[in-house]
């Protein structure tokens, strides 16, 4: 016979006969990850931040194939709407090249790759450990409700939350100190007097 958590695993859907919001949450998710591999390859600065657009809309239809809108949701207004605005406006500030920029490689893309696929390896292990019995139900209540996901949130989660608000405003007054820094350089580098001009 079976052991329990094998016997629930047979009577559970199985991967042989996928629905169609299956089969949509796999091709969202390739394309999600085809975004986030050019996203960390390019040499365009802004390219990179318009894939980053694709792949967090991505994540959020991700969101909503799993039934928790109020997540999909957030996903969209903050980081759409926050994150990558803040991204681009310190882009801006900071004069960013609008081509291809070689100092955007910092040569260790090797390492990059190596630890990288150690950690994907490492979250799917974790994450198929733990849910490898457990299962969806697309027809059955939202579990992605706005009171459960704000529970959880504001309870076990507030501090990173907070944390990563702190790290935003950081990264934003980082990107105005070092606009300003070029704008006093490049005045330093002029040495003309303004309504002077040369003989």
């Given amino acids: 016979?079976?052991?329990?958590?094998?016997?629930?695993?047979a009577q559970g859907p199985g991967f042989l006969s996928p629905t169609g919001v299956e089969i949509a949450f796999l091709l969202v998710g390739l394309v999600t990850l085809g975004a986030a591999v050019v996203t960390v390859t390019t040499k365009q600065l802004v390219h990179a931040a318009l894939w980053l657009v694709v792949a967090l809309g991505g994540i959020a239809i991700e969101y909503l194939l799993l039934t928790a809108e109020f997540l999909a949701w957030v996903q969209v207004l903050i980081y759409l709407g926050s994150v990558v605005v803040l991204?681009?406006?310190g882009?801006?500030?900071?004069?960013?090249?609008?081509?291809?920029s070689?100092?955007?490689?910092?040569?260790?893309?090797?390492?990059?790759?190596?630890?990288?696929?150690v950690?994907?390896?490492?979250?799917?292990?974790?994450v198929v450990d733990a849910f490898r019995t457990t299962w969806i139900d697309l027809d059955g209540p939202v579990q992605g409700s706005t009171r459960v996901s704000g529970e959880i949130?504001?309870?076990?989660w507030v501090l990173p939350f907070e944390a990563l608000s702190?790290?935003?405003?950081?990264?934003?007054?980082?990107?105005?100190?070092?606009?300003?820094?070029?704008?006093?350089?490049?005045?330093?580098?002029?040495g003309t007097t303004p309504g002077k001009g040369k003989r």
């Fill in 1 to 9: 016979m079976l052991s329990t958590p094998l016997a629930a695993a």
């Fill in 87 to 89: 991204l681009l406006f």
């Fill in 91 to 100: 882009l801006m500030l900071t004069k960013a090249p609008i081509g291809r």
């Fill in 102 to 117: 070689p100092d955007a490689d910092s040569g260790n893309r090797w390492v990059a790759l190596a630890v990288a696929a």
């Fill in 119 to 126: 950690a994907a390896a490492t979250l799917v292990w974790v």
């Fill in 153 to 156: 949130l504001f309870r076990h």
């Fill in 166 to 190: 702190v790290l935003l405003l950081a990264a934003l007054i980082g990107a105005i100190v070092l606009s300003r820094k070029n704008g006093d350089t490049n005045n330093g580098r002029t």
